[in-house]
């Protein structure tokens, strides 16, 4: 007998409150004309339900512990831009992004035009800098900082200036200026010959100033003692401590000489850096408030790096792994799949995302690339490794896990070691590819990269991301799913799918003939409102599109994740997709955390909520329900027993437009009860 016992009701409703709230969501045919804030799928005039759990018999399953993850790759300045905590845009002139459409007699998408109007649609670009005092801001390739980063930015001063002289940068949609401390840091060069008359140079001044008004926030001088070589870049850095809170977020960063120093001198600068306190202080690390928005989220796993974004739009810029290791001077940098292929500095690299899951105790969940990438024409498309290539795609992911998993005498674990950190990570689950139904030679693909990664890795959990999709892209092929393994589904669809799916999974396994295969929910999130069709159109009109979480989000999303927490043998893992969007470009809504460059706009989504709540109150166990009276709909219902605390957690969402009456039949004493309301 429990005679210590705490109940926590965790309750998802369409009411504001228990009693008299006024209805949000609720039945409407699909007949019907208007549909704007309905779920179709909902039962009206239901009658009192009643329940019966049971903690003192048999029927029990052990809860599937990392059920509730984050799911994360650059899309929409997610990373660059974003929770990367870099302030700086264009720091390295890696590149630019460019313009999409569609040209008459020419299949599919085509590039338009580069951001600076260039012939080469990615060009290195000037985009967010500007001179100070007359000085000429031109880019450089004679004298590269790394063959992995060859292009800089060339300054030169006239011989007239007199004041403070050199550049500004813009930031990521400005700069956001609070009282901390800033780490300042860059590479400079000095020219030779004529352009060399720097040699009373004492120091460079680096500043945070309005863009407004030229009021300066923050600045201090970095000495130069001795001069800058005009062989080898000088590595320069600074701490930049502010303590005032400027207004807004239209700030610059400021890079300047006094003009009496430097006249008529030229200068090569490049990976010019600038980032705020970090989470956990990592070095290189995480914007603090998106940081933490993940984390207070309480997910137990990380899916990363992708996503699209590890497939590129050619084989040749997907995203390598190895290129995103080391010395950021050595980090190439490529064009991303998504929001006119914007520049991805790598800056977030392999190493910052396991440092990422170390700092919050996630269980990694790692990515490999599969051999498909894509291209800009569109669906469908993309080029595949072929069959008898499809070794190197092998070989190039058990590099991968050998730099994050091997000890210090292999040769990518030693890599690790030298960049940091000798400890190994552990791997247990490697998703091979995304969303490759998209191609038709996923068949011949995936045995070969399972059976080469299994081989070496028989402990590891492999990922397949088809299974049977492929038809809805116009191909008739299955993939035969192997004992063992997982399969991560995708649905961005209407409320009414998510509460058509609640059971789906009650006996999937055996349904399909995969006694032994379990399932991630790898990216999901109500993308529209249920219509008339019952279909979601993926033209966004204005009508039906849901650019952020709504209410019935969160209802429909969370009896989707109840119908996972009652099939814990089958479901594993979830995560909501896409998880990150900057407000000034967005690619792809909704999104579960939208925010700028000020952390006062960080604005966690319902959908943000829903979760939180389910992932905050979660048992160790299922507990049996019987419903006495009533069924599910519009009431959804999942119980679970904390078998440490003796905490029993019932969670019930109503998704429809009436109160319902609810009585729950506890079979033991229990000591109090405690209500949580989204």
């Known amino acids: 007998m429990l005679t210590s016992m705490l109940t926590a009701i965790a309750a998802i409703s369409s009411f504001l409150s228990l009693v008299g709230a006024v ?148 930031g990521w949609w400005g700069f956001d200026v609070s009282p901390q401390t800033y780490t300042a840091s860059m590479y400079v060069l000095g020219a030779s010959g004529v352009r060399q008359n ?52 239209n700030n610059v960063f400021a890079v300047t000489f006094d003009a009496a120093e430097v006249n008529g001198s030229t200068f090569y600068f490049d990976l010019i850096s600038l980032f705020p306190e970090t989470f956990n202080n990592r070095p290189n690390g995480l914007r603090k408030d998106l940081a933490q928005a993940v984390y207070d989220l309480k997910p137990t796993f990380l899916r990363f790096p992708g996503g699209n974004n590890i497939e590129g739009n050619s084989v040749s ?13 050595d980090r190439k940098g490529r064009v991303g799949d998504w929001g006119g292929g914007y520049y991805n500095t790598n800056g977030l690299g392999l190493l910052e995302f396991l440092q990422w899951t ?16 894509l291209d800009i024409f569109g669906y469908p498309g993309g080029t595949s490794y072929p069959e008898n290539r499809m070794g190197d795609v092998v070989q190039y992911a058990l590099d ?64 397949s991301t088809a299974y049977n999709e492929s038809f809805s892209q116009g191909y008739n092929w299955t993939i035969d799913l192997p004992e063992g393994s997982m ?59 849901v650019p952020y979480p709504r209410l019935l989000s969160a209802i429909a999303e969370s009896v989707y994740l109840l119908g996972a927490e009652r099939n814990p043998n089958t479901v594993k893992m979830s995560c909501y997709a896409p998880s990150f969007a900057n407000l000034n470009a967005p690619n792809w809504t909704p ?43 519009p009431l959804w219902w999942v119980a679970t027993i904390d078998t440490a605390s003796n905490a029993i957690y019932l969670k019930v969402i109503n998704s429809g437009n009436n109160t319902i009456p609810l009585t729950v039949d506890l079979d033991t004493n229990y000591t109090g009860v405690n209500g949580t309301i989204l």
């Open 358 to 373: 170390e700092d919050m105790s996630l269980e990694p969940l790692l990515a490999v690339y599969s051999g498909l990438s």
């Open 487 to 545: 399969w991560d589904t995708h649905n961005y669809q209407e409320p009414s799918f998510f509460l058509e799916e609640f059971n789906n999974f009650d006996n999937w396994q055996e349904q399909t003939n995969n006694p032994s295969v379990t399932v991630l929910l790898g990216e999901y999130s109500v993308y529209s409102v249920d219509n008339p069709s019952g279909i979601v159109n993926y033209s966004n009109p204005a009508s039906e599109h």
């Open 400 to 463: 991968e896990l050998e730099y994050c998993m091997g000890n210090t005498s292999t040769y990518w674990g030693a890599r690790r070691a030298s960049d940091g950190h000798p400890e190994p990570f552990q791997i247990n689950y490697v998703e091979l590819g995304n969303e490759d139904w998209f191609s038709g030679t996923y068949p011949y693909r995936f045995p070969i990269l399972y059976n080469g990664l299994k081989a070496a890795y028989p402990n590891i959990t492999l990922i």
């Open 591 to 633: 999104n579960l955390v939208d925010f700028t460059a000020s952390p006062l706009n960080t604005t966690k989504s319902v959908s943000w909520y829903s979760q939180s709540l389910l992932a905050h109150y979660r048992g160790t166990e299922t507990l049996p329900v019987t419903n006495t009276q009533g069924d599910f709909n």
């Open 198 to 249: 720097y040699g009373n140079l004492t120091g460079v001044n680096v500043s945070l100033r309005s863009n407004a008004t030229g009021e300066v926030w923050a600045t201090t001088k970095i000495p130069v003692s001795g001069g800058l070589s005009d062989f080898d870049y000088t590595y320069l850095s600074t701490a930049l401590v502010n303590n005032v809170s400027a207004p807004d977020v």
């Open 23 to 170: 209805p949000h969501s609720g039945l409407h045919s699909r007949q019907g004309t208007s549909y704007v804030n309905y779920i179709n799928d909902t039962r009206n005039n239901a009658g009192n339900v009643e329940l019966k759990i049971s903690t003192l018999g048999g029927g029990r399953n052990t809860t599937a512990p990392l059920l509730y993850g984050w799911m994360f790759e650059d899309i929409s300045h997610s990373g660059e831009g974003g929770l990367y905590a870099e302030m700086i845009v264009n720091r390295a002139f890696q590149g630019s992004s460019y313009n999409t459409g569609i040209l008459p007699q020419f299949p599919g998408s085509s590039i338009i035009s580069g951001e600076d109007g260039s012939l080469i649609a990615t060009a290195p670009t000037l985009l967010g800098y500007e001179s100070i005092g007359g000085a000429r801001l031109t880019l450089d390739n004679y004298h590269p900082l790394s063959d992995a980063l060859p292009t800089v930015m060339e300054i030169d001063i006239p011989s007239n200036a007199t004041g403070e002289v050199g550049f500004l940068n813009l």
């Open 317 to 329: 810029d997907r995203w390598i792994w190895n290129n995103t290791i080391g010395s950021l001077k």
